[in-house]
């Protein structure tokens, strides 16, 4: 057996900023370099981004990744940091003939091996998802050439996130042609619970492969998605070995015993098993095994509860897309209730308090209750506040045009969200809007008014969890951490939490006047949004008949709402957004 110690960097990338990319790239390997590593893993497409969509038609974005992975490699060299071999994701583009069909430039999702100041060889994703948030038939060309290559004695082969998982492919290549190590570059995004299907799906491929595996993933928020990171290395036998944090960068430096390669260098091609071939390139680096050395004990990082990773990916949500997108501050309007009281206490973990700005403007219909709750949040978490009545702004546009009902109640959250996009103009902040999925789903939000603003925290969290999430934030007082401000005392005034919901635009007005009770409601959304049941499958998993076609009849006419809302960050299966792409006109309807 032959001893390899890998660094995997877990690290946030920002889409676009090829030279930053390339910096962070020269600056973590000389860190992997400093803990005696032997090998460096960056994800996918680190040196880009991920995921970089409609860039990777414009043939100079193209041009500038390939730039920028020959560039990278004549930096390490000059960095002194030549000798040791790096895994970096980049794009590239294959040399096809265009043809109908096939994207632009036929670019690839692809990685390459940097070493000795060049790039030594290049690989690319096999297998292109094309569901969910994915979209990578519109944008890549499937690579069909995997590299082994030989690195103190052990054979090291390369894969690309997808192609782990589906059948076939790479690791079914891996198998075949035999390798002591495959190490696979990933962006794969958070979703509830997805920590326990990435864990079982790597040792499985490890299994199949016959060989020790190394996962390695991204970490930051682009736009709706978040990536978790949860780097992790198992044996060939499937068993954990290592395990890096959650939603925070790491170095994840592992030591291994591996079998010595005994293949030949050359070129060869191989049935992929899934009704293609691939080209395996064998290479040599170094041929011989290291001396013995001692180890480091190898870290595994403890896991997060469900409630815990969702607010965990909330707050780095917020941060890196007030970071990324050059914003110095966010502004909200703070009513008193507890989605804009969850929605500021998350921008309080994210930027501290004193980034944060809060509003509280008053109507006429405006609960004591309403008030005292949001100036007690204000004093407990220190952030910026200051108060704008409505009741006569609401007045003098009355005076002008006769509102009555439904658009008289509407223009009081016009009038809010007028404010503070006047705020956002004037300070240059970035307004944070404070609706749930919930609220989304049956059009329960008021267009150029609450829905006015640049990102929704809370746009993909039901109202039941928002419930949940305030609480377990509030048991978390005391404590302090990357993703966690220390605040003293429960961020959030337990009255916010526990006093019935209403969005106070008439006397008395309560949430249940419109919508079923939050508990019954958000099971059925979760069946109709996030599964795509028709009414015949809600109704035989239980939902009440009558509720069924009162919700799916919300749920549909609010489509063209939804297609106006800011973007926020993904945490189910399928949000609203990326996920889910519904026609607004449409005359399709759910029948019994």
Not at 10 to 23: C, H, I, K, R, S
Not at 107 to 134: E, I, M, S
Not at 337 to 366: C, E, F
Not at 502 to 530: H, K, N
Request: glycine share 8%; with cysteine; charged share 25%.
């Amino acid at each position: 057996m032959a001893q390899l110690r890998i660094a995997l960097a877990q690290t946030n990338p920002a889409v676009g900023d090829l030279a930053a990319n390339t910096d962070r790239l020269v600056e973590w390997t000389r860190r992997a370099a400093d803990r005696g590593a032997h090998l460096v893993v960056f994800p996918e497409m680190f040196l880009t981004g991920y995921p970089v969509e409609d860039l990777v038609l414009r043939t100079s974005f193209v041009e500038a990744s390939v730039a920028a992975v020959e560039e990278a490699a004549r930096r390490l060299q000059g960095a002194g940091l030549g000798e040791i071999p790096v895994v970096a994701g980049y794009v590239d583009r294959a040399r096809l003939a265009p043809r109908v069909g096939q994207p632009k430039g036929a670019p690839l999702d692809a990685a390459a091996l940097l070493h000795r100041g060049r790039v030594v060889t290049r690989t690319a994703k096999h297998h292109l998802p094309n569901y969910g948030v994915f979209d990578e038939y519109r944008y890549f060309v499937r690579g069909d050439r995997m590299p082994i290559f030989r690195l103190h004695g052990v054979d090291v082969a390369i894969a690309v996130c997808e192609d782990l998982w589906q059948e076939g492919g790479p690791v079914a290549v891996v198998a075949g042609a035999g390798a002591g190590l495959l190490v696979v570059p990933n962006a794969s995004p958070y979703e509830k619970e997805k920590d326990d299907v990435r864990l079982a799906l790597v040792a499985r491929r490890a299994r199949e492969a016959g060989c020790a595996l190394a996962y390695v993933n991204q970490v930051g928020g682009q736009d709706e998605l978040v990536f978790d990171g949860d780097s992790l290395v198992v044996s060939a036998s499937g068993e954990p070995i290592a395990r890096a944090a959650r939603f925070r960068e790491e170095l994840l430096v592992v030591d291994l015993e591996l079998p010595e390669g005994d293949g030949e260098p050359g070129t060869f091609r191989m049935d992929a098993a899934d009704g293609t071939e691939i080209t395996v390139e064998r290479l040599e680096l170094s041929g011989r095994a290291l001396d013995a050395y001692e180890p480091e004990p190898p870290s595994v990082a403890g896991q997060l509860d469900d409630t815990a990773e969702v607010y965990s990916a909330l707050v780095l949500a917020v941060r890196d897309y007030v970071a990324k997108n050059g914003f110095r501050s966010v502004v909200l309007g703070l009513s008193g209730g507890i989605d804009s009281a969850l929605t500021a206490t998350i921008a309080s973990d994210a930027l501290g308090p004193d980034r944060v700005h809060a509003v509280l403007m008053p109507s006429r219909y405006s609960s004591d209750h309403s008030l005292s709750d949001a100036r007690e949040l204000v004093d407990r978490q220190g952030i910026n506040a200051r108060t704008v009545p409505i009741a006569d702004i609401v007045s003098g546009f009355e005076k002008e045009v006769e509102l009555t009902g439904i658009a008289a109640e509407n223009l009081q959250a016009r009038v809010r969200g007028m404010i503070l996009m006047g705020l956002s103009n004037e300070h240059g902040h970035l307004v944070l809007t404070t609706g749930n999925k919930s609220e989304l789903a049956t059009g329960y939000s008021t267009l150029y008014g609450d829905s006015a603003g640049g990102f929704a925290p809370v746009k993909d969290v039901l109202k039941t969890l928002v419930w949940e999430l305030s609480r377990w934030r509030n048991a978390q007082a005391g404590r302090s951490d990357e993703l966690l401000h220390g605040f003293a005392v429960p961020p959030i005034p337990e009255n916010s939490i526990e006093k019935e919901p209403s969005a106070e635009l008439r006397p008395g007005q309560r949430d249940t006047d419109s919508l079923p009770d939050y508990a019954v409601l958000d099971r059925l959304l979760g069946d109709y949004v996030e599964k795509d049941m028709g009414s015949a499958e809600l109704i035989a998993a239980g939902h009440d008949p009558e509720l069924v076609t009162r919700v799916i009849r919300l749920v549909d006419l609010a489509e063209y709402k939804r297609r106006q809302y800011p973007p926020g960050p993904k945490i189910t299966p399928k949000n609203f957004g990326r996920d889910r792409r519904l026609p607004i006109t449409n005359r399709w309807r759910e029948r019994d």
